[in-house]
């Protein structure tokens, strides 16, 4: 994962502290940035952006809220998060070291530091990111294809061909069942026969799907769940 692939969540009660931080971020080359005012906006935004890293602000609207966001995100979430707060007594302190978090940044914080707390954090991610291995039988051999590699998936009958970095492959398997082996947080089934990477898209509009040099039709059954989905990545 690198820093413009990961998402980050900023929840920040100061508008024009959240707009300075998000100015940062994208200075540093983060593309993929949400931002939440408050706890309700912030649970929400969990649950639809899927944050990587989240900038956490301890206190909001004169509630300690960014302490209970932090136990949510441990319970149901994978990312990671980084307090950014003007609170630093020692008290505060131990509660903020108890949730365990990616990084602690006082106000008024300096860039550098932000700088270097979302690397720390990235690369903690990119520590623990798992290579999933798609297992595909070719005739009597069986090929181990790293599911990031894949392009697209064409059906062919009873069969589907595999398209991955500048290699192909044909195996005996519906494409239902192989949807079903792919992770559906990436993949989608954009008509009949046809599925494709979304992080390997490079544009779209509501008739088509454009990947590499390819172009796909897209089927007007799933266009507006397409459109829904594309936001999410």
Not at 25 to 52: D, T
Not at 87 to 100: G, P, Q
Not at 130 to 150: M, N, R, T
Not at 179 to 187: G, P, S, T
């Amino acid at each position: 994962m690198t820093i413009e692939e990961v998402k980050v969540l900023i929840v920040e009660d100061e508008i024009l502290i959240a707009e300075d931080i998000k100015d940062s971020l994208q200075k540093f080359g983060v593309r993929k940035i949400m931002m939440a005012h408050n706890k309700s906006a912030a649970l929400l935004s969990l649950k639809v952006f899927e944050p990587q890293i989240v900038l956490l602000d301890i206190r909001m609207e004169g509630r300690v809220d960014g302490l209970e966001i932090a136990e949510h995100i441990k319970r149901h979430y994978k990312a990671n998060f980084i307090f950014i707060t003007a609170h630093s007594d020692l008290e505060m302190v131990k509660e903020i070291l108890k949730t365990n978090p990616s990084g602690y940044i006082t106000k008024p914080f300096k860039k550098s530091d932000l700088f270097a707390h979302i690397n720390l954090a990235l690369g903690q991610l990119q520590n623990i990111e798992e290579k999933k291995i798609i297992k595909v039988k070719d005739g009597h051999q069986v090929l181990l294809i790293e599911e990031s590699e894949i392009n697209y998936i064409e059906s062919q009958g009873n069969y589907v061909m595999i398209f991955y970095d500048d290699s192909k492959v044909l195996c005996r398997q519906s494409l239902e069942s192989f949807q079903l082996e792919v992770d559906a947080k990436k993949f989608f089934r954009i008509g009949k026969s046809c599925i494709v990477n979304c992080n390997k898209i490079k544009s779209y509009t509501r008739n088509e799907v454009i990947l590499g040099d390819k172009v796909f039709p897209l089927s007007r059954k799933v266009v507006d769940e397409f459109m829904v989905f594309m936001k999410s990545l």
